[in-house]
Each structure stands twice: as structure tokens, then as C-alpha cells.
């Protein structure tokens, strides 16, 4: 089937912030979007996501050039093509690019006419974007990582820490982490409201952290959990983002809410000692993005025992990945579609993850859309994790949404594997 038009536009994200938007219909009249989110910890190593830069509009903030490159030059390379060829087509926007980091068309144009395809294919076929994405072969349910506290960017610096997210260990299905989670999340706000700190929500949905130490907020996270009714470590984990890269500066990690800095040996000793001392399932980026050393040291220490999930130190990227599977520096791999700009790509990605024994974690990012192609992607590769903030605002809601309308499609296909994804293979 033929790819007959593409056009874009500029929309706006969860954080109100411009993005793009792609829209491409074919021959029969099926079409399909893409809508590109945006993140705020970013790493060095992401592709690059265009913005106009001019301080008259958007506060430099709009996209409107990479707008105008996908109504140009990208439809114009893409009319014709058959939309069932998704790698030949990504390929092509690479190439038509010409740089390693996308930043001439921009990361943002090109990943959303690489998802727009992926759509229009999918209704093309007549069948929902998981099914025609996998295959078919897509079947596992998601654990998810679920943010009850959101810091690092994602709230102003707040506190240092990013996420701070639960795991319900002991569900037996996919619709019941979210009753859990449901619990948990509404059990922290009476914690909150209790002592006084209930402040709103950071970007991604979690509770705005009015803590004064990192350690702090691992208390109320674990008075929430047993508010709630459940045992933590038993059915309740706690998993992390770092960001420790945000942390990093001149050769130092810094808590700048304990106004503590450490060195790579030390703050490696305080992610192991954190481990020790929580019932901590995963953490992501404990290390910064180009501190192979400090990955290395935490990975030797508690990799049997923790999943240590790499995110600004992978950006998606195949070749950072091997690197990492190389040089053992984690056991799991975050994936973004815009971190490194197209489908065919992430899907690499999740696919020599897989091959690793290692395990993607399907991630949403901080600045999101109503758009659920995540949700998709992570059911259609198997990935068995995905990361989508927290348990409030719509951006979020219809990710985890989503899977229960795969869930209600797969029927009797559906697979679960629980906690057990968090075992390393
Ligand atoms: C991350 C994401 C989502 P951002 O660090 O994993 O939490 O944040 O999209 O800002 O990079
Ligand atoms: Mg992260």
C-alpha cells in the first residue's frame, strides 16, 4: 500500500511545550500520526530534536522548522513508497539527513513521520499498531514502573533524585498492578496530606517532593505502601531513576538538598549501600552517562541482585548498547523512540537488548502527548517492562489505558510474567 501524503504540524505537549505532529495517509485513505514527546533530563548522546530557537516565539521553544521539513522534504521523499516498508523508509530518512545525529531535519520530524508510518501501516492492515509492529508475536503484558514522587528536573530540583516509582511484585496480572498502584498512590497522598507536605504533582504525575533529604523521601514512600495494606519488598518494590548525570559536574555527583558532593567511588558506595538498605528492585541511572567506570563498579557490586537500568548512558543507541553489553556496565536498557528518531531503530535496539539476556524498559518521557505508541511498542517486542511517570494526569493514563485495551484484544494470548521479568536471565 502506498504512502499518498504526509503532513505535520505544531502541537503542544503535557508540559505545554511545542512538538511535532505527522500525519500520513495512503492510497486506499487509511492514515495514521505520529506525535513526538520531549524530554527534560536529556542526555548528551540523543539525537537531536530541532527547535526554532527565535526568542519571539514560544520562548525559542517552537518546532516549526522541523514542522516545515517534514511537509517538505520528507513528504516528498516518502510519497509513493509502500508503507509496509518501515526499515527501508527509516533508512531513507536517515539518509536523507545526513547526519549522525539527526539535527538537520531534526530527531523530532523524522521520528514522527517514522511513527505516523508505523500507524498507517497498521491501519492499513486493519489491525491495532501492536499487532502489526510484532507481528503477531507480541503477547507479554508489561510489568510497570509506576512514579509515586517525582524530583531531579521533573520538579525544579527539588530534590535530587528523579524518580522515585513502585513495583508490585506479587500481582498476578497486569490489571492488578494497577490496583495497587491505584492504592500506593492514593495512600501516599494521606501519608503527604499527614505531615503536611501534599504539594500537587511534579511533571510526570508523581507527588511534588517538599522533602529535605533524598532519604526521606524512601520513608514516605514505604509508610505509603503500608498504608496501603502491603509489605514492602514482599509485594511492593521500590525502583528508581538517578539521573545521576544531572548530578554530575566537573568530575563530582552532587546532592545539592544535603549540599553533599562525592566522588564516583563514593556515590557508587552510596547506590550499593541504598540497595542494601531498601528493598530496591531496579535503578536507573545511578552512574552519569559517560562514567563507565562508576557503571561498572555498581554493575560488579549488586547486578546480580538489582536490575541497573541505562539510560542516558545507552540514549537507545545501538552502538553505546553494545558497548555496554561488552563491558558488562548494566543488565537492562531504557528505550525511547525519540532518543535516538526512528521505529526501525528502537526496535534494533530492543531487539539486541533481548538477544543480550538483558531487558528493555519501554519508557514514556517527562514531556508526553495523548499518544500511546509506547504502550504498543511494548507489547508488540515483548520488552515485558514499561515506564510511563505516574498514576495521574492524562498523558500518563492513557499509556497504562492502552494496555487494557491490548489486554481485552489478546484475550486468551496474553501472557504476564510479573516480577518474574526482573530476574536476570
Ligand atoms: C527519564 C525520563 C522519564 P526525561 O529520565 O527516564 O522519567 O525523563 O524524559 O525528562 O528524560
Ligand atoms: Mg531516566
Redesign the pocket.
Known amino acids: 500500500m502506498k504512502i499518498a501524503s504526509l503532513d505535520a504540524l505544531q502541537i503542544f505537549d503535557s508540559r505545554g511545550n511545542p512538538t511535532v505532529e505527522v500525519l500520513v495517509t495512503l492510497e486506499d485513505g487509511s492514515a495514521g500520526r505520529g506525535l513526538v514527546p520531549s524530554?527534560?533530563?536529556?542526555g548528551r548522546h540523543e539525537a537531536l530534536e530541532l527547535r526554532d530557537g527565535d526568542p519571539e516565539r514560544f520562548r525559542g521553544k517552537s518546532v516549526l522548522r522541523a514542522v516545515a521539513h517534514a511537509r517538505g522534504e520528507i513528504a516528498d521523499a516518502l510519497a509513493g513508497w509502500d508503507v509496509f516498508d518501515q526499515a527501508g523508509i527509516d533508512a531513507r530518512l536517515i539518509e536523507l539527513d545526513g547526519t549522525p545525529d539527526k539535527s538537520r531535519l531534526g530527531a523530532n520530524a523524522i521520528l514522527g513521520s517514522s511513527m505516523a508510518v508505523a500507524n498507517a501501516a497498521a491501519a492499513a492492515r486493519g489491525v491495532p499498531l501492536f499487532e502489526s509492529l510484532g507481528g503477531g508475536e507480541g503477547t507479554l503484558l508489561p510489568l510497570p514502573e509506576i512514579q509515586i514522587f517525582g524530583g531531579g528536573?521533573?520538579a525544579q530540583g527539588r530534590i535530587d533524585i528523579?524518580?522515585f516509582m513502585i513495583v508490585a511484585l506479587a500481582a498476578q496480572s497486569y490489571e492488578e498492578t494497577l490496583e495497587v498502584t491505584h492504592n500506593v498512590f492514593h495512600a501516599a497522598a494521606e501519608v503527604m496530606r499527614g505531615r503536611g507536605k501534599l504539594a500537587g504533582v511534579a511533571d510526570?504525575g508523581g507527588y511534588w517532593p517538599l522533602f529535605d533529604r533524598n532519604e526521606e523521601v524512601f520513608d514516605a514512600l514505604l509508610a505509603a505502601i503500608e498504608h496501603a495494606g502491603y509489605t514492602p519488598g514482599r509485594e511492593v518494590g521500590l525502583s528508581l531513576?538517578i539521573?545521576a548525570t544531572d548530578l554530575f559536574r566537573d568530575g563530582l555527583y552532587t546532592l545539592g538538598l544535603e549540599k553533599r558532593r562525592f566522588d564516583s567511588g563514593e556515590f557508587a558506595a552510596l547506590m550499593i549501600d541504598w540497595v542494601g538498605r531498601y528493598p530496591i528492585v531496579s535503578i536507573?541511572d545511578p552512574m552519569a552517562e559517560d562514567d563507565w567506570d562508576g557503571w561498572k563498579a555498581v554493575g560488579a557490586a549488586i547486578g546480580d541482585r538489582c536490575q541497573l537500568v541505562g539510560?542516558d548512558l545507552f540514549t537507545t543507541n545501538l552502538a553505546r548498547i553494545e558497548r555496554g553489553i561488552a563491558e558488562e556496565a548494566a543488565n537492562a536498557v531504557?528505550i525511547k523512540l525519540n532518543q535516538i528518531g526512528t521505529v526501525t531503530e528502537t526496535l534494533a535496539a530492543i531487539h539486541r537488548t533481548q538477544a543480550a539476556g538483558w531487558r528493555p524498559v519501554v519508557?514514556?518521557?517527562?514531556g508526553e502527548t495523548e499518544d500511546a505508541f509506547i504502550a504498543h511498542l511494548a507489547v508488540a517486542t515483548n520488552a515485558g517492562q514499561l515506564k510511563v511517570?505516574s498514576f495521574s494526569r492524562g498523558e500518563r493514563m492513557a499509556k497504562w489505558n492502552e494496555v487494557l485495551r491490548i489486554r481485552r484484544r489478546l484475550g486468551d494470548r496474553a501472557r504476564f510474567a510479573g516480577a518474574e521479568i526482573l530476574r536476570p536471565l
Open positions: 524530554g527534560a533530563s536529556t528536573k521533573h528523579q524518580d510526570e531513576d539521573a536507573e539510560d531504557l519508557s514514556a518521557r517527562s511517570g
